[in-house]
């Protein structure tokens, strides 16, 4: 019987962490395919993914042209997933921020739950290696995007998030326009104003193992005009 669950992984040079990212899931999550979205990555990341697949059929890759960000990652991850069928998503980063271990705990989530999103920010949940500023500035712009669009939850911008089916069919994937952070934030924002139902996981993110940051000043701006922007958005 096919699985019904599929994790999305975005990649772009991340050489150093995929092959044991890939391991673990396939360890941690024995009922879910394992699709990676990789942008071109010139440090070979694609050709590790495909090395991994041959002894690992749950795994797949699907290589896009060029770099056009995490957003667009996870619609073309969204989309390939609804074309096969997967009745269950989950988001994850590839440098073990998000613990493979923790992704059991959002599916089961959605026995019950329409969306499960992975939280740094409310009892049980926490961060790893983080500096002061980038403290502050995820915290802030929590509290931001939580105020301005008036949401119950307190980690909107975090990446590590599971879904059912329905919710992307109906939240109007074609129509997100969001980028970086704010992405993470209309993907919630959508669910919410759609009448589904939603709840947090406590997780611990870790502070990238290896590799460098995606992270830039440019997605910041970008995430604090965005939130404004969806407070106009006429949802049903």
Known sequence: MPNTNLVIVPTYNEIENITQLLLKLTE?????????VDDSSPDGTAQAVEVTAKTHPQIHLLSRLKKDGLAGAYLAGFRWGLERHYERFVQMDADFSHSPADVPRLLQALGTYDQAMGSRYIKGGSTSGWTLPRIFISRGGNLYAKTVLNLPYSDLTGGFNAHRRKVLETIGLNEITSRGYAFQ????????????????????????????????????????????????????
């Open 28 to 36: 941690q999550v024995k009922d879910a395919d394992i699709l990676v």
């Open 185 to 236: 934030v209309e993907l919630k924002y959508r669910t919410f104003k759609m009448g589904f139902t939603q709840i947090e996981i406590p997780i611990l993110f870790e502070n990238r193992r290896l590799g460098v940051s995606k992270m830039s000043q440019d997605i910041v701006k970008e995430a604090a005009f965005k939130v404004l922007q969806l407070r106009q958005l006429n949802l049903r």
